[in-house]
């Protein structure tokens, strides 16, 4: 198939956890044998910390404006099999009149950000990736989160008629135990876009911790921190951090952090890349609790659960044998069923499926 997303970024990693998902989902959509072009609004913050400059087995176009490249897109769109929108697409609405105009092509949503999208509809504010019809002229709605809810939700607020979870993921070639360096040494190790929303469990489970144990070095990574961040002297912090770069930040600390956004964590059944990733790198992974997480991975076995910072300070406490047991457990079944080759394979049936009018027919082919 000939496969056209229009994204919010695939080129730039920086503030942003669409990126490395998309990266490794297209690298195995082409080596299922599809071609995919990725159209995605050249902006200048992501400009300025691009990591990526051409799609391997399709077609990276950057663009300043709409009008720019309309034609082209269209002309794509008319040869292709799928199209795909996605949330926080800054062209979404163009997007999908465009393609649906055309009519050829199957159309998708993708929402990578379901939780978000829930709780603004909910408070009554817009959602400026999707237009007023909703999402009722899509053949195919793909979710981030899942669980027992979110297709009756997407159903009656959005009139979403074949809605199908497609969860996070992580490449297994990009991430991957690596030696550990002295620079990102840590006891404890956080990786992740400033968000306000997540500061009060960041605080609680990485700050709070950091406090008590003046002896441990603690380790920050991401974009967007605010110099008032509560720092201590035993906290460090790297800005930002290409993907290359993530597998010795994880390598390099005893036990790392997830910490998921306040809605995401409402809603459920919403495993975050960065918990993948930190996985699939071997890692020891403590957690804050939400529903579903052991649908992913097995809480006590295969990641710890942190409700508060003595949670945090206990996980520390555990032996080396233990945690790198739990590690290898978490990446094992990491590696079998959330890897973006699996993915790749879901989405693959799922298009087909949705090609086909069987939106009724469950996902079970094997992945």
Request: with cysteine.
């Amino acid at each position: 198939m000939k496969i056209v997303i229009f994204g919010l970024t695939i080129s730039s990693s920086w503030g942003n956890g669409h990126a490395t998902l998309w990266r490794g989902l297209c690298k195995y959509l082409a080596r299922l044998g599809h071609s995919v072009v990725f159209y995605e609004r050249d902006v200048s913050y992501y400009a300025a910390a691009r990591d990526m400059f051409e799609l391997p087995g399709g077609r990276l176009q950057l663009f300043s404006s709409w009008s720019e490249i309309e034609d082209r897109a269209r002309a794509d769109v008319a040869d292709a099999d799928a199209a795909v929108v996605t949330s926080y697409c800054p062209d979404a609405i163009a997007a999908t009149d465009l393609i649906l105009q055309c009519g050829h092509a199957l159309p998708v949503f993708y929402d990578l950000d379901t939780p978000i999208t829930m709780a603004k509809l909910k408070a009554g504010q817009p959602v400026p990736y999707i237009g007023a019809s909703g999402l009722r002229d899509f053949k195919l709605v793909l979710s981030f989160t899942g669980g027992p809810q979110i297709a009756d939700e997407f159903r009656q607020r959005l009139g979403a008629e074949n809605v199908r979870p497609l969860y996070g993921h992580v490449d297994g070639d990009a991430h991957y135990p690596a030696a550990s360096q002295p620079h990102y040494r840590a006891a404890l190790s956080y990786l992740g876009t400033y968000s306000e929303d997540r500061q009060r469990a960041l605080e609680a489970l990485f700050v709070a911790p950091a406090h008590k144990r003046q002896d441990l070095r603690f380790l920050i990574g991401g974009a967007q921190y605010p110099d008032s961040f509560p720092w201590s002297p035993n906290v460090f912090f790297v800005r930002h951090l290409p993907p290359a770069e993530h597998p010795p930040f994880f390598a390099s600390s005893r036990l790392t952090l997830n910490v998921t956004r306040p809605a995401m964590s409402e809603m459920g059944w919403c495993p975050s890349g960065r918990l993948f990733e930190a996985a699939a790198c071997g890692v020891p992974l403590i957690s804050d609790a939400w529903m579903g997480i052991e649908e992913f991975l097995t809480p006590g076995d295969e990641i710890l659960l942190g409700h508060d910072a003595q949670d945090v300070l206990e996980a520390l406490d555990m032996s080396d044998s233990e945690l790198q047991q739990m590690a290898q457990r978490a990446r094992e079944r990491i590696l079998v069923e959330h890897s973006s080759e699996r993915r790749a394979r879901e989405l693959d049936i799922l298009l087909e499926q949705a090609a086909r009018r069987d939106i009724d027919q469950p996902l079970t082919a094997e992945a």
